[in-house]
Structures are given as C-alpha cells and as structure tokens.
C-alpha cells in the first residue's frame, strides 16, 4: 500500500542537515567536554526543531545511530500528528516496520504519535507472548483497543 504524502518521511535539504550536523557535534562536544553551555545550547535546539533532546542524546549519539541520522530525525517533526489516519494506514505503517524499512524511525513516531496505547513500539519489537508472530493488522488492532483509564 502507498501512504499519502504527509505520512511518509519528510525530505530534508542538504543545507538544513549540514546545519543540523554542525549543531549536533558542537553541543556533543561541548556536553562532553563539561565546558558548560549545553543546556542552552540544547534547549535553543529543541526550541527549533520541537523534539526533547537531553544531553544524553548528544552524549551517546555516535554510539547508536549516527550522526546523519540523529541530525535527520532532529530535522523532521517530533510527534508527526495525523488527525485522520485510518487503520489500514496504521497496519501498513507497522508492516513497515515489522520489515525494518529504512525510515523506521519516523514510522515508530507516526505511530506512537496517531495511537493512545502509551508502549505501541513494544507491541512491534517486545511483543508480549499473545502477540509473537502476529501480524500488522493484529498489532494495529490491539493497539487501537487500548483507553487510558480516567482519573
């Protein structure tokens, strides 16, 4: 299935991920260092882009998913809302990433962002013992069966 335009992950312009390349190194650099002025640095970042990066992001980056990556996902939408998403989007959205589609990470927070079950990624990567081997459409419907309780 294709997904319309404003599900699919964003293009982000080789000026914007440069920009976002340097800001990333210099606020790792300076978390690292202790030199002082991260935290600012940070949240004038976070500021911009609308995600809610901590230090730790900047500190252990390298070491999980790269540079280029961590500057991308800093380049597109935090929680990318879609208030008339449907369940076959849904479904397809979490086959994409049953199938470790590349853009994985902006489908994880498409649908974290579209769903009210607060650990939806679980369901996909820590499945509990109903949920082994289910498929898309099963994770999507045990996902949209989940309401918060009221206090």
């Known amino acids: 299935m294709d997904l319309r335009p404003e599900l699919t992950p964003p293009p982000v312009s080789p000026r914007q991920l440069d920009e976002l390349c340097r800001a990333v190194v210099r606020i790792a650099d300076l978390v690292l260092s202790g030199?002082?002025?991260a935290g600012?640095?940070?949240?004038?970042l976070n500021a911009r882009t609308g995600?809610?990066?901590t230090a730790l992001d900047f500190a252990e980056y390298e070491g999980?998913?790269?540079l280029v990556a961590f500057a991308t996902e800093a380049a597109r939408p935090a929680r990318p809302r879609i208030a008339d998403i449907t369940r076959d989007e849904l479904v397809e959205i979490v086959d994409r990433l049953l199938t470790a589609d590349p853009e994985s990470d902006h489908y994880l927070r498409l649908l974290e962002a579209n769903v009210t079950h607060p650990r939806?990624?679980?369901l996909i990567f820590h499945p509990p013992?109903?949920?082994r081997d289910a498929s898309a459409a099963q994770?999507?419907?045990e996902a949209l069966r989940y309401r918060p309780i009221a206090l």
Do not use: M, P, S
């Not at 600012?40 to 004038?44: C, N, T, V, W």
């Open 51 to 53: 995600h809610d990066y």
């Open 35 to 37: 030199a002082g002025g």
């Open 40 to 44: 600012e640095e940070i949240r004038a």
């Open 120 to 122: 939806v990624g679980d």
């Open 129 to 131: 013992a109903e949920l």
């Open 64 to 66: 999980g998913r790269g």
């Open 139 to 141: 994770i999507v419907d």
